[in-house]
């Protein structure tokens, strides 16, 4: 028997937040519909009703209550259907300048992975059996957070994986500094992000991963301010 169509969406402000759920979602065989404002949901009209699930890839906005602000009409279409993948810190305590949730904390990839996987799972929906994201000889295993390449299985922190990650998704095209640090999370693992330090962390992503071409790639300073990594012929 044919399984039905799903209609899965993810609601992203964060170009970050955003593009994981929609490259996890593809991982597991799933083509999401992805809307960068509540505007956008409101657009979809009577089809809203229809999704059968709506991820919230970052913190949304709060109203005074603590609950999330959508235009009218959001909320009460998709109800149950609403699923939030940014993690509640466990600190600070509130205050008086804090009163309401505590601050969302920006899941890594093997964050998104896992839960959204789980919630595939638990409620029902299809979705393909979890495979590495594989480059050439580079086999990335988002469950355990660990990189296979010949001769080597590497279990890396949450900001090496992610930016190793980037790299791959986004081989051979040139990414500004910039642009990496809208990608990094800015709470988990990582504290050399600016200037000369980020550019630090990158050269301990070559170095971990053997990015110098022996396997078929290599991580390329390309200018002041951009790296790109390229495929290489393996010797």
Same mark, same amino acid.
Request: glycine share 8%.
């Given at each position: ?19 994981? !759920? +929609?490259?996890? &979602?593809?991982? $597991? %065989?799933? /083509? @999401?519909?992805?809307?960068?404002? #509540? ?9 809203? !009703? +229809?999704?059968? &699930?709506?991820? $919230? %890839?970052? /913190? @949304?906005?709060?109203?005074?209550? #603590? ?169």
């Amino acid at each position: 028997m044919t399984r039905p169509a799903r209609r899965i969406g993810v609601l992203g402000h964060a170009l970050r937040e955003r593009e994981y !759920a +929609r490259r996890v &979602l593809r991982a $597991l %065989g799933v /083509a @999401p519909l992805v809307f960068t404002s #509540g505007d956008e949901l409101t657009a979809l009209g009577d089809d809203l !009703a +229809r999704l059968n &699930l709506l991820f $919230l %890839g970052d /913190a @949304p906005p709060t109203d005074r209550e #603590g609950e999330v602000a959508l235009p009218p009409g959001v909320l009460s279409s998709i109800g149950s259907k609403l699923v939030q993948l940014a993690h509640a810190d466990s600190g600070p305590a509130p205050t008086r300048h804090l009163r309401a949730r505590p601050p969302m904390q920006p899941p890594s990839f093997d964050d998104f992975y896992r839960d959204i996987l789980l919630v595939l799972q638990t409620r029902g929906l299809g979705c393909a059996t979890p495979k590495p994201l594989t480059w050439g000889a580079y086999s990335f295993h988002p469950l355990e957070r660990s990189v296979s390449f010949p001769g080597r299985t590497r279990r890396l922190d949450p900001v090496t994986f992610d930016l190793a990650l980037e790299f791959f998704f986004n081989a051979e095209r040139m990414l500004s500094l910039a642009r990496l640090r809208r990608m990094m999370n800015p709470v988990r693992g990582a504290r050399r992000f600016w200037g000369n330090e980020l550019i630090g962390t990158l050269t301990d992503v070559a170095d971990e991963l053997e990015l110098h071409g022996a396997h078929g790639w290599r991580l390329v300073h390309c200018e002041p301010e951009a790296f790109r990594l390229d495929r290489e012929a393996i010797p």
